[in-house]
């Protein structure tokens, strides 16, 4: 799949600024690995004991020995995202597989700032703070795209 690696900077970037806390103060390390099916179902299994292939798993890694533990708002944060299923997503959704990617790149951080999809009202704030990014970015109206407003 091609991406455009600026372009998922620039979106990484975005939702720190955003949605980091304390409008967007502090600095951040994110490692973003994009994997298939079958790396990312025995990550979920390992990690949260779960035996099924997901789109995106997010952790952080945050912790007062980081090399900017002194920095305000300093965080570590991990994302592992399924690149194998944005590609299936994206063909049937049509859209680009980079547009998939940046959902599910969107997703796992917004998780780290404090959104969760746990219930109905919660995961719509989310998926709706999604889309408006991504449209802001360019990528279009990703993930209620088949729901449009």
Do not use: W
Request: hydrophobic share 40%; net charge neutral; aromatic share 6%.
């Amino acid at each position: 799949m091609d991406v455009s690696l600026p372009r998922l900077r620039k979106l990484v970037a975005t939702v720190c600024r955003r949605f980091g806390g304390r409008q967007g103060l502090g600095v951040y390390e994110i490692s973003i690995a994009i994997v298939d099916d079958a790396a990312i179902k025995k990550l979920n299994a390992r990690f949260l004991s779960r035996s099924a292939t997901t789109d995106c798993l997010s952790f952080d890694l945050s912790d007062a020995k980081t090399p900017h533990a002194d920095a305000l708002n300093s965080r570590t944060l991990e994302l592992i995202v399924n690149g194998e299923m944005a590609a299936r997503q994206a063909a049937l959704r049509g859209h680009s597989g980079e547009a998939e990617l940046a959902l599910y790149i969107t997703h796992g951080l917004l998780h780290n700032f404090g959104f969760d999809d746990c219930t109905i009202g919660r995961a719509r704030k989310m998926h709706d703070a999604e889309d408006t990014i991504l449209q802001e970015l360019g990528y279009g109206l990703v993930y209620n795209k088949n729901n449009e407003k």
